[in-house]
């Protein structure tokens, strides 16, 4: 019943190539190394599961969004645990991806044919560090206002435009509720976004491509 449905299915649409090519294909005698690539997007959907389910109660205005916080983290049931996934889940997006790119560094698998995968990597990376900059902001205490403080800071230190950045970042000369609010929209729509579409450009990219096999000291 299931393979006929299958197969139905697949004439209509034809899902079975798109399913081969993905789970199906060749790869070469690999080794742990080339599992993080895989542990970094496990926690990318991790940090979309649970992001989404945060922002059911995060209210992102200065009034409210430390007793949000602290509401998600004591009240709600399994608040915590969701809030605890995503708060060190983004910690370990961080060291999981550099990881990732480490192996990718000592492997040389950024060589041809994958200069574009590796670029879509240095995208990734940037994404990342900035949902984490961003997000920082969202419990609104004390250290993420300072934390935030000094790190917009750091933006106004160029001649000339330095300025200008801090206003464009900052919305004003001040961390205002403004500031919360184009931080909140920056980690929950404009990130994700290229998150996504990135992920799937380099997703595309490595299966086109093929894993790269583990280099031979003669080559
Ligand atoms: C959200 C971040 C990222 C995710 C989810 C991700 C995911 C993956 C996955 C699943 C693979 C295939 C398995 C593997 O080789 O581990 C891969 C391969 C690759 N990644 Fe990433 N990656 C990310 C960030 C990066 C970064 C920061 C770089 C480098 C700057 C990078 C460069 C590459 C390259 C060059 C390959 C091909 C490796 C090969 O063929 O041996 N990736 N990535």
């Given amino acids: ?49 649970t992001g989404i389910l945060l922002t059911i109660y995060y209210v992102p205005t200065p009034d409210h969004a430390y007793d949000s916080v602290q509401y998600i983290t004591t009240q709600v049931p399994a608040g915590w645990l969701i809030r605890g996934l995503h708060h060190w889940g983004a910690s370990a997006m961080v060291v999981l991806v550099v990881l990732h790119m480490l192996r990718v560094i000592y492997y040389g698998a950024y060589k041809f044919p994958r200069e574009v995968t590796w670029t879509s990597g240095v995208l990734l990376l940037i994404i990342v560090i900035g ?11 004390q250290k993420a206002y300072w934390a935030t403080t000094v790190g917009t800071r750091i933006a106004a230190t160029p001649p000339l435009i ?3 950045i801090l206003l464009i970042v900052r919305g004003g000369e001040e961390l205002t ?10 980690h929950i729509l404009v990130l994700p976004t290229a998150l996504l579409l990135l992920i799937l450009i380099h997703m595309f990219l490595v299966i ?3 894993i790269s096999a583990v280099p031979k000291r003669e080559e």
């Fill in 177 to 186: 509720a403004v500031t919360l609010a184009r931080f909140f929209g920056v």
């Fill in 208 to 210: 086109r491509n093929g």
């Fill in 162 to 164: 330095g300025n200008t």
């Fill in 131 to 141: 949902f984490g900059f961003a997000g920082y902001l969202l419990p609104w205490d």
């Fill in 1 to 49: 019943m299931a393979t006929r449905l299958a197969n139905w299915l697949d004439e209509r649409v034809g899902w079975r190539p798109v399913w081969e090519a993905i789970f199906l294909r060749k790869i070469p005698k690999v080794n742990w190394f080339y599992t993080l690539g895989s542990a970094s997007l496990f926690v990318a959907i991790n940090q979309i599961v």
